[in-house]
């Protein structure tokens, strides 16, 4: 049987960023989408490349990382289906600013550069959504920088609760799955602390009955007392 093919307008429609478009707007921008399938560990772009334009995700995960000059990763995010890469390079064009690679096998869409500004200047209002945006990346950077004044625990369960909002698969028990495998150590470069610290108040949580895991997923089972734990 032949696959679907993507429906980049839906996708769009559901970012913040293309929101404001009308239909005719978005179906004509989805038009001029460029499908990229990336496979497991494929990177996107690095650091320091040229940018052109941005991506949107239309299935499959991708991570946002920063490597040191020695090669350590620092993992910063995860973004899944409906999530934009990039645009930031729509505004300023500078150099990419982290590498972004697949976290399994996802599939993109690329806009490039020029044809948001011709459809931005015939739609104002995609201007006005891109500024929402900038100021929730600085919202985004306070948050982060007051996050990492907080205690251990504080941040695993912020990280594990951020998580669940893009990847979570609410069960018939009420319980939020993470269909997305996350290794200690991932969790621990997001929460800014070492897998051995993640190990244990990951085996807190389970006696607690807060966190369980599913076939190796990350299963929220009491979401209001992780929030409570993560100090929202």
């Known amino acids: 049987m032949k696959k679907k093919p993507t429906d980049f307008s839906a996708i ?79 505004v300023d064009r500078l150099p990419r600013s982290a590498t972004v690679s697949a976290l399994k096998d996802a599939e993109l869409g690329f806009i490039s550069t020029a044809e948001f500004e011709r459809l931005a200047d015939a739609n104002t209002q995609i201007y006005r959504a891109m500024l929402c945006v900038l100021s929730r990346r600085i919202r985004d950077a306070n948050d982060l920088k007051a996050s990492q004044q907080k205690p251990l625990n504080a941040r695993i369960a912020q990280v594990l609760l951020k998580l669940s909002e893009g990847f979570g698969e609410k069960l018939p028990d009420g319980r939020l799955l993470i269909r997305q495998k996350f290794s200690q150590a991932q969790l621990g470069q997001m929460a800014g602390c070492a897998r051995e610290n993640v190990n244990r108040q990951l085996t807190r949580w389970k006696r607690d009955k807060l966190v369980s895991q599913v076939s190796r997923y990350y299963c929220l089972d009491d979401i209001k007392a992780l929030r409570r734990e993560a100090r929202l």
């Open 12 to 90: 769009l429609k559901s970012n913040d960023l293309f929101r404001p478009l009308e239909p005719r707007s978005l179906d004509k921008l989805a038009g001029v989408i460029r499908t990229v399938k990336l496979a497991s560990g494929q990177i996107l772009f690095s650091e320091g490349d040229a940018s052109n334009g941005c991506y949107c995700v239309a299935g499959g995960a991708v991570k946002v990382s920063l490597f040191s000059q020695d090669g350590d990763e620092t993992l910063l995010a995860v973004l899944g289906k409906g999530d934009i890469i990039g645009e930031m390079a729509l």
